[in-house]
């Protein structure tokens, strides 16, 4: 049931996707549906991340190799400021490495750039695993406000989604993810596992 759920939300999102790129190639001025105007962290002229010489910090995964200077990740906002840079990946060490998810709000809440997507999601992901549910959605709706195309943001909100009950809702956030990174990337890998796991079923992120 969940899989055949999962492959109509595909096929939906590649319909979608097709479309829009039958649209593009035909040319025309721009007005009209879909996706609104240029993301502010996009290098590719699409809605992806911001260009900068400090790669963006990434979240492991359990069971995969690739590190975040080997893969840049799918539409994660770029930190270019040596000094933020350093401070959020304290931050995210305090996450990762020491699982201080208090601490770790207090260091991402003083780098003073709340609304900065990466900065947001790490915190709505920290409140999140603290089981505070009502200040993790406030930020991960704080950092799909600053970039909506924010992939992993989408995967974390449908996690957050999931552990609330909220299937269908994961299912569009799932949905969200195919349409901006496709279903090999591991955003969309690891909520559409989680689906297929029976309700209750602990979540790894």
């Known amino acids: 049931m969940v899989a055949s759920m999962i492959r ?17 190639a035909g040319g025309g001025g ?14 590719y002229g699409s809605a992806y991340s ?3 010489t400090v790669q963006p910090t990434y979240p492991r995964r359990p069971g995969t190799k690739a590190s975040q200077k080997t893969k840049k990740p799918h539409n ?9 840079a350093a401070g959020y990946r304290a931050a995210y060490d305090t996450i990762y490495e020491r699982n201080d998810y208090a601490a770790a709000i ?7 750039h709340d609304d900065h997507p990466n900065v947001a999601n790490l915190i ?21 406000k600053a970039d909506p195309n924010h992939v992993l943001t989408w995967q974390y909100y ?13 299912l569009y956030h799932l949905s969200r993810i195919a349409a901006i990174c496709g279903t090999d990337c591991e955003e969309y890998k690891s909520l559409a596992a989680a689906l297929e796991k029976p309700t209750g079923t602990a979540l790894v992120y």
């Open 158 to 170: 449908g996690l957050w989604q999931l552990e609330q009950g909220n299937r269908e809702q994961a």
């Open 8 to 24: 109509l939300v595909t096929l939906g999102a590649f319909a979608a996707l097709l479309a829009s790129s039958a649209y593009a």
């Open 124 to 144: 709505g992901y920290s409140y999140r695993k603290l089981g505070d549910y009502k200040q993790s959605q406030v930020w991960y709706e704080r950092a799909l």
């Open 106 to 112: 207090e260091q991402l809440k003083a780098l003073g």
């Open 76 to 84: 994660q906002s770029s930190i270019g400021d040596p000094a933020f």
């Open 50 to 52: 911001t260009p900068s």
């Open 30 to 43: 721009g007005g009209g549906g879909g996706g609104g105007g240029a993301n502010p962290y996009d290098p």
